[in-house]
């Protein structure tokens, strides 16, 4: 078969139109490697691809053939028979009632001809919260100062921000990705390139929070904290050191001395999890022991095995993987701790988390789901203005064939594990439902290919997820996006993502409060543009400059975008520009979700990360100009109350 017939079959679309308006055709040596690197992808017969069902009415599957008649069909899960019947059209009338869930169908015609489909049966919208308009307090968790944390923001913090959430009026706190990252590389920091989508980064944790740590175990941690505390970023390696430190101290004390509750608790979080946790804590096991990629292991490691880990567990290491999973319990106990918190104190959405696009080649994902995730293809962009020669983000993502195979389970345990403590997450990059763009190892970006996803049965499983969890689900489309893309997400009931600096006309004017769509978050920017101070002072594009890159606009550019700032804020009555006066133009949109960053309530002039840098910006170290007890302090709490009234907890419409 030649590489365009198995181009087809694989969904790989090797000719498009890029930003730019040129024809990019992938060369034959790189779209040979997307296809090798890419599970073979069933071609069904009777129906057009996956199965998606949601109940609500009376579901019908169009079939793409009929077959022999009568056609036989079984609906199977867990090892059961869910539901079973014929049919003699070519359409199936399902049941009412299938459990919602990821079952396989079989389909039989008279002729003996069969196969086996993935099927979904979901809900008919994901969660849409049970509120009318609310607001959100964004903060970069790490950057958070107090008093009391080991030199990063931590879930303790965390709490507090809850509490100065609630006083201020939000109805939560946005978080960047919480994923594991790499505990052996802690200055490698960015949230958005994770081990793991699965579990939780330990940095957040409150060691002195642990029931069985003791100041005594470490004399000098008091000391030792306070230096770290200190500066304006962030000193993740000697951070580090100490709190794997104290964890080491705590999980001791806790296999010498835990309670009998705690000891229960414990194996209840472990029987909770299931497999993934026994298979993550025995991959870092093997990661550290072995200090190469998972795919230079020995051959009988290269793959996860069930048995090999529960080997594992009762051998030598046997300690060493209890650590890993002591380690994530305390994690998550601790962030369930602040969405209970959110919870009691009445706060309509609580914890609003990102999901990162993708993952590290090396990490547990890309080890654990080796069909699912191609680890040889890249997750990138094509070439646009911004960026001509086109973008290589370095993460695997999933692929279509992998997932079919598995009716999608491991991209709805993706999406659980984000929800698990969240009243709304954001899936950054929606866009690569539909399709993502991806380059072959070693080769450019802009010699990678698009490679089509099912969106439908994508977008079921995290209508599944978020009616299970309660938890509503905002997709991250910005960019250019397909026709009736956004069409299909309200459709599923899937948020937009709005960002006010992007909404303008092609005259570069800002879009009125009416263009905003109601079921959407909206906000002024994003941790990947400049801070409100920052965009005002020009800094942003000073600074790009010094870095050599190009900052998209000139100064003539941002003193028109700054005026037609003024004239749409005076439209709608608005007299000032300050950053109160654009929130209250903001409050006033229809969209229900508005997130307002720390940064710009505390006038920081510098972004979190400048994209196309690494060690030029100290991207995803830099802290917040004063100490979480103090800003509300240091905030016009009467100005903010005031352009939030619509949208508030205090005085709330």
Not at 96 to 104: F, K, S
Not at 265 to 290: I, K, M, T, W
Request: charged residues 20%; aromatic residues 8%.
């Amino acid at each position: 078969m030649d590489l365009l017939a198995q181009a087809r079959i694989k969904g790989v679309q090797s000719e498009f139109v890029d930003a730019l308006g040129k024809l990019r055709v992938t060369a034959p040596g790189a779209l040979k490697s997307i296809l090798d690197a890419l599970p073979e992808k069933r071609v069904y017969r009777f129906v057009s691809g996956p199965v998606v069902v949601r109940a609500l009415g009376s579901p019908r599957t169009e079939l793409a053939a009929l077959g022999a008649a009568p056609l036989q069909w079984q609906i199977t899960g867990s090892g059961n028979v869910i539901a079973q019947g014929e049919t003699r059209e070519p359409v199936i009338a399902w049941p009412n009632g299938l459990p919602l869930g990821y079952h396989r169908l079989t389909l039989t015609d008279a002729a003996g001809a069969t196969e086996e489909v993935p099927m979904i049966v979901a809900p008919e919208r994901a969660f849409g919260g049970d509120f009318d308009r609310g607001w959100l307090l964004a903060v970069q968790l790490y950057g958070v100062r107090s008093n009391r944390n080991w030199g990063i923001g931590d879930f303790t913090d965390l709490a507090g921000l809850v509490r100065l959430a609630k006083q201020l009026g939000a109805d939560g706190v946005g978080l960047n990705p919480l994923h594991v990252l790499f505990d052996d590389h802690p200055a490698d920091c960015s949230p958005y390139s994770p081990n793991s989508r699965l579990f939780l980064n330990p940095l957040y944790i409150d060691v002195e929070a642990i029931p069985e740590f003791s100041a005594d175990f470490i004399p000098d941690a008091a000391t030792t904290a306070a230096r770290l505390r200190r500066g304006d970023r962030v000193p993740y390696a000697d951070m580090a050191a100490l709190k794997w430190l104290g964890l080491r101290a705590a999980f001791d004390s806790f296999v010498k001395s835990a309670s009998g509750v705690r000891r229960n608790q414990f194996d209840a979080f472990r029987a909770d999890r299931g497999p993934l946790l026994s298979r993550f804590a025995c991959f870092e096991v093997l990661r550290h022991r072995f200090n190469v990629p998972w795919w230079e292991w020995p051959v009988e490691w290269r793959q996860p095995d069930d048995a090999r880990c529960a080997e594992l567990r009762r051998g030598p290491d046997r300690r060493e993987v209890e650590f890993v999973e002591f380690v994530q319990w305390t994690a998550d106990a601790q962030l369930h701790a602040a969405k209970q918190l959110s919870a009691e104190l009445g706060m309509r959405v609580g914890l609003y988390l990102d999901v990162a696009v993708g993952v590290q080649s090396n990490g547990f994902d890309a080890w654990n789901e080796q069909t699912a995730i191609s680890r040889h293809l890249a997750v990138g962009a094509p070439p646009d203005v911004l960026n001509t020669v086109g973008q290589d983000w370095g993460l695997a993502g999933f692929n279509a064939g992998g997932l079919e195979a598995q009716s999608f389970v491991p991209f709805a345990n993706m999406v659980a594990a984000s929800m698990r403590h969240a009243g709304a997450i954001r899936l950054d990059h929606v866009l690569g439902l539909k399709r993502l763009y991806l380059v072959p190892r070693g080769f450019k970006p802009d010699n990678g290919a698009y490679v089509q996803m099912p969106l439908e049965a994508l977008l079921a499983a995290v209508v599944r997820e978020s009616v299970t969890h309660k938890c509503i689900v905002i997709g991250e489309d910005l960019g250019t996006v397909p026709e009736g893309f956004r069409e299909t997400m309200q459709d599923f009931g899937i948020w937009s993502y709005l960002v006010m600096m992007f909404e303008r006309d092609d005259a570069g004017h800002f879009r009125n409060i009416d263009h905003y769509r109601p079921n959407a978050l909206v906000t002024l920017n994003t941790h990947d543009l400049c801070t409100y101070a920052g965009w005002r002072s020009f800094s942003d594009l000073r600074m790009k400059r010094s870095l050599g890159l190009d900052p998209g606009e000139d100064d003539q550019a941002r003193w028109n975008a700054l005026g037609g700032l003024d004239q749409i804020l005076r439209q709608n009555g608005i007299t000032g520009n300050d950053l109160y006066s654009v929130l209250n133009f903001l409050s006033r949109t229809p969209s229900r979700l508005l997130a307002v960053s720390m940064e710009d309530l505390l006038g920081v002039i510098d972004q979190p990360n400048i994209p196309g840098t690494i060690d030029e910006h100290p991207n995803w170290r830099q802290r917040l100009p004063v100490a979480l007890d103090k800003i509300a302090a240091k905030v016009d709490l009467a100005a903010l109350r005031a352009a939030t009234r619509e949208r508030s907890l205090i005085g709330g419409s």
